[in-house]
């Protein structure tokens, strides 16, 4: 019998460790299927020493650790890790009615159970929070996702237009790929993978990265966008509320109607940069024992790297 449901990340670098910490430490926090729902921390292969450091920052809360293995040539590649080892979580994963892949730059709020899966559903997301590649959906498809569409076999005509969750844009379905809830048995991460592995060095694609670093830094989540509209029926997919994933270092940007006034509103979300910003504790009220948590880790969460190529 299938279990219900695990939650999965990638580590990629020791300095991403306290990161993991405190998102597994604020699930745990969260109680009811938050105490006890299994976890799995997928690391490179060649850096078998981050197994040893996760399992011994985060002690007894829970996990498993497991590699993941990138082809020659992609380690440089933006987010080529990132789609690798969520494949390979899901492919580990089979024997779980529900996968939550999700940003190691993250943490709950509240319990787990609302990203759990309808039962006709077998994908679950947000939109992106800013459309900047993605298809608009009151114009024709540019050239970008017009190549896109034609290799994945997908057919632009009928797909039902979503809105980005900041600059409120309506667009073609581009999926925010920050979290994502799927059915492992439908194989949708592991096709993302042999799609992204199939198309991201193509000359054709290479010609748009020349053009604007954006393509290179976003063609995975464009590659996810293609793929799940190749493999599932609109029927099939689930929209989550913005109190899932909710992008905490857009929040001076985000629509006022849907801005939450305090933190402790939320389900998880993502925060990127905002701990940069010292300021932090001034920008969004937060109840304990949350505050006290993030307020413990806030000095180690500063990011490490921007892709600018």
């Given at each position: 019998?299938?279990?219900?449901?695990?939650?999965?990340?990638?580590?990629?670098?020791?300095?991403?460790?306290?990161?993991?910490?405190?998102?597994?430490?604020?699930?745990?926090?969260?109680?009811?299927?938050?105490?006890?729902?299994?976890?799995?921390?997928?690391?490179?292969?060649?850096?078998?020493?981050?197994?040893?450091?996760?399992?011994?920052?985060?002690?007894?809360?829970?996990?498993?650790?497991?590699?993941?293995?990138?082809?020659?040539?992609?380690?440089?590649?933006?987010?080529?890790?990132?789609?690798?080892?969520a494949a390979t979580a899901e492919n580990l994963s089979e024997d779980y009615l529900n996968l939550i892949w999700m940003d190691n730059d993250a943490f709950f709020v509240q319990p787990p159970d609302t990203l759990l899966l309808q039962p006709e559903t077998v994908f679950g997301c947000r939109p992106v929070d800013m459309a900047l590649i993605g298809s608009r959906a009151d114009a024709s498809a540019d050239p970008f996702w017009q190549l896109l569409y034609r290799c994945l076999s997908v057919d632009a005509t009928a797909l039902p237009?979503?809105?980005?969750?900041?600059?409120?844009?309506?667009?073609?379905?581009?999926?925010?790929?920050?979290?994502?809830?799927?059915?492992?048995?439908?194989?949708?991460?592991?096709?993302?993978?042999?799609?992204?592995?199939?198309?991201?060095?193509?000359?054709?694609?290479?010609?748009?990265?020349?053009?604007?670093?954006?393509?290179?830094?976003?063609?995975?989540?464009?590659?996810?966008?293609?793929?799940?509209?190749?493999?599932?029926?609109?029927?099939?997919?689930?929209?989550?509320?913005?109190?899932?994933?909710?992008?905490?270092?857009?929040?001076?940007?985000?629509?006022?109607?849907?801005?939450?006034?305090?933190?402790?509103?939320?389900?998880?979300?993502?925060?990127?940069?905002?701990?940069?910003?010292?300021?932090?504790?001034?920008?969004?009220?937060?109840?304990?024992?949350?505050?006290?948590?993030?307020?413990?880790?806030?000095?180690?969460?500063?990011?490490?790297?921007?892709?600018?190529?």
């Amino acid at each position: 019998m299938r279990r219900p449901i695990r939650i999965a990340w990638m580590v990629n670098s020791p300095h991403f460790v306290p990161h993991a910490q405190l998102l597994i430490e604020s699930l745990r926090l969260t109680g009811g299927q938050g105490s006890s729902v299994p976890v799995l921390i997928m690391y490179p292969e060649t850096e078998p020493e981050l197994a040893v450091r996760l399992r011994a920052a985060i002690g007894d809360l829970g996990i498993e650790t497991a590699p993941y293995r990138l082809d020659t040539g992609e380690a440089s590649f933006p987010f080529a890790d990132k789609v690798q080892a969520a494949a390979t979580a899901e492919n580990l994963s089979e024997d779980y009615l529900n996968l939550i892949w999700m940003d190691n730059d993250a943490f709950f709020v509240q319990p787990p159970d609302t990203l759990l899966l309808q039962p006709e559903t077998v994908f679950g997301c947000r939109p992106v929070d800013m459309a900047l590649i993605g298809s608009r959906a009151d114009a024709s498809a540019d050239p970008f996702w017009q190549l896109l569409y034609r290799c994945l076999s997908v057919d632009a005509t009928a797909l039902p237009p979503m809105q980005t969750s900041v600059d409120k844009i309506t667009i073609r379905p581009y999926f925010n790929a920050g979290l994502l809830s799927i059915r492992p048995e439908r194989k949708l991460l592991r096709s993302w993978r042999a799609n992204f592995a199939r198309l991201f060095r193509q000359d054709e694609f290479q010609l748009f990265y020349a053009q604007n670093r954006l393509y290179k830094i976003f063609i995975h989540q464009a590659v996810l966008a293609g793929t799940v509209l190749a493999l599932t029926e609109a029927g099939e997919r689930q929209g989550f509320d913005h109190r899932v994933n909710y992008p905490l270092h857009l929040h001076h940007r985000y629509p006022e109607n849907k801005k939450p006034a305090s933190l402790n509103e939320l389900i998880c979300c993502r925060y990127d940069t905002f701990f940069e910003n010292k300021a932090w504790p001034e920008v969004i009220r937060m109840e304990e024992p949350l505050r006290s948590l993030i307020t413990g880790y806030a000095d180690r969460l500063g990011q490490e790297w921007r892709y600018e190529s």
